[in-house]
């Protein structure tokens, strides 16, 4: 069983940066990638990150690319989403997820283990 547990949310500023933790509590051979999604009020939940667990190889939405970076440390079993130069509209609960599967790292369904989020507010 995988357990994850985010941290790292809050409040800041248009154009300030965050950095959101995700420990993973459980043996972490069997895990394959690992991701960041998010799902602002009234919207669905969209894909953010994604890192592949061994190799590193990341993939990130449009819409972060360039100021969001994913980054893992397999000694500390934690994937880290570094947030820089945030816009309103980054605004959102971000879900850390993990897969033990095979598949697009783009896909929700792709995961199946969840953290229970953590929320990011950016004031404009």
């Known amino acids: 069983q995988v357990q994850l547990v985010e941290s790292g949310g809050g409040l800041v500023q248009a154009g300030g940066s965050l950095r959101l933790s995700c420990a993973v509590s459980?043996?972490?051979?069997?895990?394959?990638?690992m991701a960041w999604f998010r799902q602002a009020p009234g919207k669905e939940r969209e894909f953010v990150a994604a890192i592949t667990w061994s190799a590193g190889i990341t993939d990130y939405a449009d819409s972060v690319k360039g100021r969001f970076t994913i980054s893992r440390d397999n000694a500390k079993n934690t994937v880290y989403l570094q947030m820089n130069s945030l816009k309103p509209e980054d605004t959102a609960v971000y879900y850390c997820?993990?897969?033990?599967?095979?598949?697009?790292?783009?896909?929700?369904?792709?995961?199946?283990?969840w953290g229970q989020g953590t929320q990011v507010t950016v004031s404009s």
């Open positions: 997820a993990a897969s033990t599967r095979v598949g697009n790292v783009r896909y929700e369904n792709n995961y199946n283990y």
């Open positions: 459980a043996r972490t051979f069997s895990i394959s990638a």
